[in-house]
């Protein structure tokens, strides 16, 4: 197990260390994040959850009902809404061609649709691409099927800034009332939190 005295010395030693760094700069995330980890390993969990939220705003959204976004119109210049999705269980899906995680995760987020689509599950893409022609040829190959908010802007997107979403792929998971179920929907989590919230009936 080794010597927990010893360990929370040396935690508490390079805690200063990270602190200075935040004074040159408050939004440096390797110091939030390496706090974030001392704070939890003392057992400070408020202060480690403070300092993971400041590294990562869009954490502080699970929990909390989504509000409703900016004027934004998808790609074919509908208006989008989250009240229009209320009922159904919901990802928003930031994401970017030229995301290499994304474009892995894409097979996954995919198989789940397909998979739970009729039951109820919806997915709204945030593109953060800068070349709109590049982002419909690459729907049209992949054969991506929901709805895609695009403005150019990469991170200055409207709905980057408005959620706290700083890197790609974040995807957030909404239950049918708006509350984000979380913020870091992939993988097998992703297909797991789906099916608690439908169920696993599709045989």
């Not at 390079?14 to 704070?39: F, G």
């Not at 593109?127 to 992949?142: H, I, M, P, V, Y």
Request: charge should be negative; include cysteine.
């Amino acid at each position: 197990m080794g010597d927990l005295e010893a360990a929370q010395a040396v935690f508490k030693k390079v805690q200063p260390y990270y602190e200075e760094r935040l004074k040159e700069n408050p939004n440096d995330r390797t110091a939030l994040s390496s706090l974030a980890n001392i704070h939890g390993k003392l057992g400070n969990s408020d202060l480690a959850r403070g300092y993971r939220v400041k590294a990562d705003p869009t954490l502080a959204w699970e929990g909390q009902v989504l509000p409703e976004f900016s004027p934004v119109v998808d790609l074919d210049g509908n208006p989008v809404s989250l009240a229009d999705y209320r009922g159904k269980l919901v990802l928003l899906d930031f994401w970017a061609t030229w995301c290499g995680p994304c474009i892995t995760e894409l097979p996954n987020i995919k198989e789940v649709y397909e998979k739970y689509h009729d039951k109820g599950f919806e997915i709204i893409g945030i593109s953060l691409d800068t070349n709109e022609a590049a982002l419909r040829t690459f729907l049209k190959e992949n054969r991506l099927p929901w709805r895609q908010v695009f403005d150019g802007e990469v991170r200055d997107t409207s709905l980057a800034q408005q959620y706290g979403v700083r890197g790609i792929p974040a995807q957030f998971l909404m239950d049918r009332e708006g509350t984000v179920i979380s913020v870091k929907a992939r993988g097998k989590r992703l297909k797991n939190l789906v099916e608690a919230e439908i169920g696993d009936n599709t045989e």
